[in-house]
């Protein structure tokens, strides 16, 4: 894919409108006229990757467990708008905002750039990023 220069990439999506790391910011970044998101990838235990910043669900989810202790099912039971609130002062908790897999979000928005900033050092890790890539 051939990219304007100097190229705009959403850094975690529209994270200061959306739950950064999360399908609707990445949706809403593109509607605002960016060329890509960045992102942050983690594997779960049953190697899955998912996207968020942190080594731990604790900021955005207000789970104290680390992504690769959880595997896929735990993680989509936890609420990724829990903590974000949006300009107007309004919460995002409880709207259905889930932790996204890496497939599903290059699934959903097929033909923007993806910059992904692979946070595990499991060796997994390289095979499970390219498989979602290829996919």
Do not use: Y
């Amino acid at each position: 894919m051939r990219l304007p220069r100097p190229a705009l990439l959403a850094h975690r999506g529209a994270s200061a409108e959306r739950p950064e790391n999360t399908l609707v910011a990445f949706e809403r970044a593109v509607a605002l006229g960016a060329d890509g998101v960045e992102t942050d990838a983690h594997l779960t235990r049953d190697g899955v990757v998912i996207l968020a910043h942190d080594d731990t669900a604790r900021r955005t989810t207000g789970v104290d467990a680390a992504w690769s202790d959880l595997d896929l099912a735990e993680v989509r039971r936890l609420d990724a708008g829990h903590a974000f609130v949006d300009r107007d002062g309004s919460s995002w908790r409880a709207r259905g905002c889930v932790v996204p897999t890496l497939a599903e979000c290059l699934r959903a928005l097929p033909g923007v750039c993806f910059n992904i900033d692979v946070k595990s050092r499991r060796p997994a890790m390289v095979t499970a990023v390219v498989s979602a890539v290829r996919a």
